[in-house]
């Protein structure tokens, strides 16, 4: 029987690329955008599609969203959680209000689809499904000039580890966290904010000319990454953690190296802390 997704964010980018890759492989898609009008795949029909508006940082949308994906398929059996976009600038250089909807949009608002998408997996028969939350690999490392953006990355990683650990074996509800490297997308485009006005103290960075240089240039296949988060989707028991293109995997490397080297210098200091009985 068909497996049932339930995507956010399909406008352009990952999200675009999978609902491409689910109806090839013969699965059925709930493609979700805040303008889902605007959205157009090849192959579609109302057995296998249906297109939605959603906007994540609204709990009554994201409701309505899977109640029209449960009247349409009866079931949603994967959810991937990937709407969100990325904000760059110096920490100084960036409005309070920036930095607020960076997390409601890719922290709170990814908050809000996983609520709703485990209440709706735990009470469908039968019961369970996966929820793929795509972060980055600056969810596991700070990259400068995205403070905030790797901020909410890491606040879901964080999230997730934990939330997974509190679902009963019962309710077969698995978790996946995404962590891409680079790749060729809108996101270091026209998907990407940039801080309203410059610190002056910050004269030795230019992050607009850092985004021009890095747009297009991402060593990543954006359909290959989709193609691998589908086959991660359908895999029988899924890993918590998937990073996603080689440099990603070189960067958590190194700094897996500077942790374990950190560790080993300061393990006298950390053991001298304990109470001693």
Known sequence: MPRVFLITGTSTGFGAELVKTVLSSGDSVVATARDSSKLSFAGTKPSN???????????????????KALQ???????VVNNAGYGLTGEFESLSEAQIRTQFEVNFFGLLNVTRKAMAVMRAQQPPGGLIQQVTSVGGQIGVPTFSCYCATKWAVEGFTEAVAQEVKPEWKIRFTVIEPGGFRTDFSGRSMAVAEAKNAAYDHIDVRANMRKRHGT????PAKAAQKMYELAVMPDPPLRCLLG??????????????RENLDTFETLTRSTDIKE
């Open 218 to 221: 991402q060593p990543g296949d």
């Open 49 to 67: 599609y249906l297109a939605v508006d959603l906007d994540v940082t609204d709990q009554s949308s994201v409701s309505a969203a899977f109640d």
């Open 72 to 78: 349409h398929f009866a079931r949603v059996d994967v």
């Open 246 to 259: 080689s440099d990603g995997l070189e960067a958590l490397r190194g700094k897996l190296e500077t942790y």
